[in-house]
């Protein structure tokens, strides 16, 4: 299997708008974040996206994803399916909608806000179906295990996904760690947590939970993402184990 970090940013991108860098070094270009979204592969070239951040349009150009399998959602917020437009051109050559999953919350919201994408408008064709998440055990040869995470007063979803004996687990924006969450993501390949920045925050995992969550699951490699502007690349890199990945936008591993 194969993973994709298509943006490895905080809500707001880094810099933020006014060229705000903090303290990311503009000169490394790692530190250069879009919003977060990732895409999973198997060694048959299907593939799953997790997310449809407001960058995906220039996510998808900048790693030639130009065919996805299916999408599944962590939660509604903006920065995690503001760009779900630009699933369209994916539509085009498609005989039927992307088949896409979230929490039953969360495809309510989802439904509400993007009603033209589940059932068409206008005379153009659905671009997605939506279903939930207790209606899908196997999605394009990946097998699918979730699980819900704390996120401040909200939740979002983790998803495990496992193909040609593999497993890959994607978990952003949660607050705390759960022995359910541990418990779904034991024995990983590659754990993609939450790492907002280093001192601790109210709906976002910081370092020290990122790095217990690694540890609590024994995953073989960890990649640390949704990283804000005070997680300088370099920086981070040197405090962090040699199996824990300092994600950036573009990165590729191999479970």
């Not at 539509?91 to 589940?118: A, C, H, M, N, W």
């Not at 995992?205 to 609590?216: G, Q, S």
């Not at 640390?224 to 040197?238: F, G, N, Q, R």
């Amino acid at each position: 299997m194969k993973l994709i970090v298509l943006g490895s940013g905080t809500s707001t991108g880094v810099p933020r708008i006014g060229n705000d860098w903090g303290e990311c070094d503009p000169n490394e270009p790692k530190n250069r974040r879009t919003r977060v979204s990732v895409i999973v592969e198997s060694n048959a070239g299907q593939r799953l996206l997790v997310d449809t951040s407001t960058d995906l349009r220039q996510q998808f150009l900048a790693n030639n994803i130009d065919t996805i399998d299916g999408v599944f959602w962590t939660h509604d917020h903006a920065d995690h399916c503001h760009g779900i437009d630009d699933l369209r051109v994916l539509r085009f050559d498609r005989k039927g909608p992307i088949p896409g999953f979230g929490s039953t919350e969360t495809v309510r919201r989802l439904r509400q806000r993007f009603d033209y994408i589940f059932a068409g408008q206008h005379g153009y064709p659905t671009i997605c179906s939506i279903d939930t998440l207790d209606r899908v055990r196997m999605c394009a040869g990946f097998g699918v295990e979730w699980c819900q995470m704390p996120h401040g007063p909200t939740e979002s979803t983790a998803f495990r996904f496992d193909a040609d004996g593999k497993s890959i687990v994607y978990a952003t924006d949660f607050s705390d760690v759960t022995d359910e969450m541990v418990d779904m993501m034991r024995g990983t390949d590659i754990l993609v947590s939450d790492c907002l920045k280093r001192k601790k925050h109210p709906t976002h995992a910081n370092l020290e939970m990122a790095l217990d969550l690694a540890k609590r699951t024994g995953a073989k490699q960890t990649v640390l993402s949704h990283l804000d502007k005070t997680m300088d690349y370099a920086s981070v890199a040197a405090e962090v184990p040699a199996n824990v990945h300092v994600g950036y936008d573009g990165l590729e591993l191999i479970a």
